[in-house]
Structures are given as structure tokens and as C-alpha cells.
């Protein structure tokens, strides 16, 4: 707000809108005044915006080592066990089953590793962009636990998703990332639906399981890494709610607004 002496303030509005009979809704609350406080809060999104950009860089980092050189001493590893179990007689049928075995659980290191490290880093989503990235996600997150998970997206925002400012299309890819997680690890769930859709000027990822849901007063959410999709949200001036009941699954909503 602007004050008489022309001033610019800072209001924190408190409010919710409460239904009597058959009126229209009313809005019911306060007006705090926080401008002493903005500074400090504006300093604390700063560092915010900061620790995640410094986690994404290590992570990036970690990514980069597992793939370009953890995955490739393994894939040695692979073959040298390969050669070897070649280079023995028939006769020695034991030890080429064992060297077969080894070789077979060096494999299954490798394909872990490869997993952690998209995990940490999508190069899909840095070079293909949002929607390219959350559908392999989906792809090799149903092939990885059997279970239906899909993602769409209406034709008229395929323009909005690919001119996404970089740090927004990461934030919605960590809560959509975050949200699957959740949802394979612990609703016990079979099926998954994301959803990419607009309103107005408004970007909404929906992701919904149909697992056993939680009560959202009692959870951990910090356990959950709920605070942190919250707070990648309220950086880019987005929102991020959880619908969800105990038997019944668990909604996760991310609206962006659109700038441009």
C-alpha cells in the first residue's frame, strides 16, 4: 500500500471466508502491518533461493561423477568379469556360473547408479525442457515398480511449459519429482496421474495417487520434503496444496502464475 505521505507499507493479510445460510461468502480477518519486517523477510527468501540453488549445483555435481565415472568403472568391471568367464574351460562350470553371478549383480549396481544420478539431475529437463523431463520420469519410474503412472498436458500450454523461466521449470520438476516419491514410497499406491493444465494465467502440476492417503495434521512434512515443495513455490510467487485423506489418497496441487 501507499501511505498519505506517500510512503510505500507492506500488509500481511489474514483472512478467511466464512458462509452464514445462503448469503455469499464473506471474508473475515486483519491487516498486520509489516513493513519493519519486509527487509528481513525479503533477506530470508535470498538465502533460500540460495541454499537451493547451491543444492542443485551439488547435486548436478554428484550426478555428473556417478555417471562419467562411477558408471564407467563399472561398466568395465562388466566386461573384464565378461572376458573372463569367457577364457575358462567348460569343465569349470561352477566358477563361470559364480563370475556369471557377479557380473549379473555388477549390472544391477550399474542400473541403480544410473537411476540415482537422473535422480540428482535431469539433462532432459536442462536441455528438452518440463514436460519431456516428467514424462520419461513417469516412464521409468512405472517400469521400475509396476505400477500406472502418466502424465498429460492440454495442446494450448505446450507454448507456456517451454518458455518457462529455468528456475521455475526446476521448481515444478522437484515438487512433481518429490510428489512421486512420496506417493511409490509410501501410499502404497497403484496408480499415479500427473496433470499439466491452465486457468487464466495460472500453470497447475497435479499429481494424484490412489494409495492409502495420511492424516495431514499428524504427518512429518519436513520428512515428507512437503516444507521444501512448499518453499521452491513461494519462491517464484506460486502456491502448492495437499489434499489428502486417510484411505481415500493424496493430491498434490502446484500452481505457477505466468509472468509473461
Not at 483472512?15 to 519493519?36: F, M, R
Not at 519486509?38 to 550426478?63: G, H, N
Not at 487464466?200 to 492409502?212: F, H, M, P, S, V
Not at 496444496?241 to 496441487?253: M, N
Amino acid at each position: 500500500m501507499i501511505t498519505e505521505d506517500g510512503r510505500i507499507g507492506w500488509l500481511h493479510d489474514i483472512a478467511h471466508a466464512i458462509k452464514e445460510n445462503e448469503q455469499s461468502p464473506k471474508a473475515k480477518g486483519l491487516l498486520v502491518d509489516a513493513t519493519e519486517q519486509k527487509p528481513t523477510y525479503m533477506s530470508q527468501r535470498k538465502i533460500q533461493a540460495r541454499l537451493f540453488e547451491v543444492q542443485e549445483q551439488e547435486k548436478k555435481r554428484i550426478a555428473r561423477e556417478l555417471h562419467d565415472n562411477i558408471s564407467q568403472k563399472i561398466a568395465i568391471l562388466t566386461i573384464e568379469l565378461d572376458l573372463l568367464e569367457k577364457k575358462l574351460p567348460t569343465s569349470r562350470r561352477a566358477i563361470k556360473d559364480q563370475i556369471k553371478g557377479i557380473r549379473d549383480q555388477a549390472s544391477e549396481v550399474a542400473t541403480s547408479v544410473h537411476q540415482l544420478a537422473y535422480q540428482l539431475h535431469s539433462a532432459k529437463l536442462e536441455h528438452l525442457g518440463l514436460n519431456d523431463a516428467i514424462s520419461s520420469y513417469c516412464e521409468e519410474i512405472s517400469e521400475q515398480h509396476q505400477l500406472s503412472i502418466g502424465a498429460r498436458h492440454a495442446t494450448d500450454i505446450e507454448a507456456d511449459i517451454e518458455t518457462l523461466p529455468s528456475d521455475v521449470s526446476l521448481a515444478l520438476y522437484r515438487v512433481f519429482q518429490e510428489a512421486v516419491h512420496n506417493a511409490v514410497k509410501h501410499s502404497h499406491c497403484k496408480k499415479i496421474a500427473v496433470n499439466i493444465g491452465k486457468k487464466a494465467c495460472q500453470l497447475t502440476l497435479t499429481i494424484e495417487d490412489n494409495g492409502k492417503g495420511f492424516d495431514h495434521d499428524s504427518m512429518d512434512l519436513a520428512g515428507l520434503g512437503l516444507i521444501s515443495m512448499k518453499e521452491r513455490m513461494d519462491l517464484n510467487g506460486g502456491s502448492l496444496t495437499i489434499i489428502t485423506k486417510i484411505g481415500l489418497g493424496t493430491q498434490i496441487i502446484a500452481k505457477q502464475p505466468l509472468f509473461n
